[in-house]
């Protein structure tokens, strides 16, 4: 009975031992499932801080560089500033010397007629810059340049009589002695030379950062229409006012809507031409056979002898033929003039077969009138103008759209004439 009832109460106490193990036995299952989801979710979320993380340290670093960057291109800004305070900025006046003539009283005066030129041109525009309230950072440096033909400019004041050739070089001497920055350009005898000296001038100056103005006198003529609307189109014009003489033709500005600076009592109102020449007696031929000719030469056959004029000047052999004044016409011993005694060229020297091979030659180095114009040439191969660019197909200025031949077949393969 005893030993029955101690079986008994040790088989509820492992029953019971058994149920608590069963119970441990599932609740840790319980919590260790709870405890690997929580796990789980935690690494997700820290998988996403560190994204977070990750970007965060990237966008700092992008706006550490930026910062970087934009302190660099500050310095860079404080470095130019500081470079165009100690530099020159750049004030200039381009003159055309063929339009744009001095008085009488200045040129009479010689050297102190052109130190006075230059004085009043200095003060004319510093007082238009100080009315303008141009202020810069740096310091300005003014320079004047005047292209101008020498000896066709000489001979037409000698001509009307307003000063002596030695008036006129001691007036030159006195200008340009009056500033280091100050010059004078003697371009030589050619229809366009002052026209395409200026136009380059614009075109390269104006393009300088350190250019704050210039000044452009003999702006009127219509030579400079094309250069001035290439400024234009590239929106530098701004820089551009145009010096307007007494009497000036202003279409120039006008017509760009320029400011314009006007002077008085420098330039001469009136543009000047040469009178009319006197219309020599017909050349007598000595010694030289009819001639068999294109364009008006003696050809290779005929015999070398001196073409002789009753009144003839000789040539200065010291000289070119275009630096002559006034130089031979071209179209009066090549071919034939009709301007007669309004031809602002000579009539009147001696010219022998060399000359006149020479003369021949420089010709040809200009273009035909009517072929420019896009018209039919009435001399045909007489004409001793060029109808065919000296450069040809490959020419240099044709790319860059400056040459003179600018007619339509003038650039083919160059004929025989």
């Not at 279409?251 to 009136?270: A, E, I, K, Q, Y």
């Not at 009144?311 to 003039?337: A, Q, R, V």
Request: glycine share 8%; charged share 20%.
């Amino acid at each position: 009975m005893a030993t029955s009832s101690v079986t008994e109460v040790n088989q509820q106490l492992w029953d019971e031992s058994l149920a608590r193990l069963l119970n441990l036995s599932s609740a840790t299952l319980k919590r260790n499932t709870e405890l690997e989801s929580r796990v789980t979710e935690l690494e997700v979320e820290l998988a996403v801080w560190k994204q977070a993380h990750a970007t965060a340290l990237e966008g700092a670093d992008r706006e550490a560089k930026a910062l970087k960057g934009r302190l660099a291109a500050m310095n860079n800004q404080f470095t130019s500033m500081e470079s165009l305070m100690n530099q020159s900025l750049l004030v200039l006046c381009v003159v055309d010397g063929d339009s744009c003539i001095f008085t009488e009283s200045l040129l009479r005066q010689g050297h102190d007629g052109g130190r006075q030129a230059a004085q009043q041109l200095t003060k004319v525009v510093a007082e238009y810059l100080t009315s303008e309230n141009v202020h810069t950072l740096g310091h300005l440096s003014f320079w004047i340049t005047i292209y101008y033909n020498r000896l066709g400019l000489i001979g037409v004041l000698e001509r009307h009589k307003l000063c002596t050739p030695e008036q006129f070089e001691a007036f030159v001497m006195g200008f340009s002695q009056t500033s280091p920055r100050f010059s004078l350009v003697d371009v030589g005898y050619s229809k366009d030379a002052t026209f395409s000296k200026i136009a380059e001038y614009l075109q390269t100056y104006i393009r300088f950062p350190q250019t704050q103005r210039i000044f452009l006198a003999g702006g009127g003529d219509n030579g400079y229409v094309s250069t001035i609307a290439a400024l234009q189109n590239e929106g530098l014009f701004g820089k551009l006012t145009i010096l307007e003489k007494s009497g000036g033709d202003q279409s120039l500005s006008r017509r760009f809507r320029l400011s314009t600076l006007s002077v008085d009592n420098l330039f001469m109102s009136r543009r000047l031409t040469p009178p009319p020449l006197i219309t020599p007696p017909p050349l007598n031929l000595i010694g030289l056979s009819p001639l068999n000719s294109s364009g008006g030469l003696p050809t290779p056959h005929s015999p070398p002898g001196p073409l002789v004029s009753a009144n003839g000047k000789l040539i200065d052999p010291t000289l070119p033929l275009h630096k002559h004044c006034p130089p031979p016409c071209n179209e009066f011993y090549l071919m034939s003039c009709t301007k007669g005694s309004t031809c602002k060229y000579s009539h009147e020297y001696v010219l022998t077969p060399e000359q006149l091979a020479t003369l021949a030659a420089n010709a040809k180095k200009a273009p035909c009138n009517f072929l420019k114009n896009g018209l039919q040439c009435p001399y045909g191969e007489r004409c001793c103008w060029g109808h065919i660019c000296p450069n040809g197909p490959k020419c240099f200025h044709l790319s860059k759209g400056k040459c003179w031949f600018k007619g339509e077949s003038m650039h083919n393969t160059p004929s025989p004439y």
